[in-house]
């Protein structure tokens, strides 16, 4: 069976983060990559304040842990806006400071993004088929910059981001959203993603025909079986290929 649309994720999927150019600090132990530094030299720089950095670390860590519990209670989209609001409370700062700290932090988030020779090669190669993205990500505005920056943007048909949509994989919601409005039958699409509870329980939950990219070894098994366990995001093509002319 042909494929009528083949969905993407993005990140770890598409684009790639290389965290080591982040400076590292020391955290119960070991060395953690952040953006925190870079937030915290120029939240200070800005505002003349005086927030130790250990202090600040620590809020910056629990800010994100409080946004991680709510999205998994409620599969929703907790902004990075949000999240920096979250922390300036914590800090008791006004909040006006949120909106610089979350521009300061996708800076570095966007310094940190590649995109790798192989995703341009499969796209070129599916240029026949219509392609959907579907990302988990927190600030839209940086999404669509990568997308626009590695020319990506132009490749899809429709992009949806949870940022934008205001609910997160694997949420059902998040899926009957994107689902309304591109307009395809899950059944006779195929899924590409690297996530096993994300893209593999949420996209096969939808009858998504799922293809699970696990590059290096496999971290954990999926909730659920994917139809395609794949290491390296050409093999994409030969399922489309082998699909189409009716071998699998």
């Keep these: 069976m042909k494929f009528d649309a083949v969905f993407f994720d993005l990140y770890n999927t598409l684009l790639h983060f290389n965290f080591s150019i982040l400076p590292e600090v020391n955290f119960k132990g ?4 952040t953006t925190s530094v870079e937030v915290h030299r120029k939240f ?3 505002f003349k304040a005086n927030i130790p950095y250990r202090r600040f670390l620590d809020e910056f860590l629990g800010s994100m842990a409080v946004i991680t519990r709510i999205r998994k209670q409620e ?7 949000e999240r920096f609001q979250v922390l300036c ?3 008791d700062l006004d909040t006006q400071a949120a909106e610089f700290m979350t521009q300061v932090h996708m800076d570095e988030m966007f310094r ?3 995109c790798p020779g192989n995703t341009k090669i499969l796209l070129d190669g599916l240029s026949d088929t219509p392609l959907i993205l579907a990302s988990n990500f927190d600030h839209a505005p940086t999404v669509r910059r990568a997308l626009h920056s590695f020319d990506l943007e132009r490749r899809f048909e429709k992009i949806f981001i949870s ?10 919601k998040f899926f009957e959203i994107i689902l309304e409005k591109s307009g ?3 059944t006779h699409c195929l899924y590409v993603g690297d996530d096993a509870e994300d893209d593999v329980r949420g996209a096969v939950r939808e009858g998504f025909q799922v293809a699970w990219l696990v590059e290096g070894e496999e971290s ?5 079986a994917p139809c395609w366990i794949i290491r390296d995001l050409l093999e994409v093509l030969d399922i489309v290929e082998s699909c189409a002319e009716g071998e699998v």
Excluded: A, F
Aim: charged share 35%; proline share 13%.
């Design 112 to 114: 940190t993004m590649y």
């Design 184 to 186: 395809y039958d899950p």
């Design 30 to 33: 070991q060395r953690l990559p």
């Design 44 to 46: 200070e720089g800005k």
């Design 220 to 224: 954990e098994d999926p909730p659920v």
């Design 163 to 172: 940022d934008e949509v205001g609910c997160r994989k694997p949420g059902q």
């Design 89 to 91: 409370k914590q800090l």
């Design 75 to 81: 599969d929703r989209e907790v902004t990075c806006l």
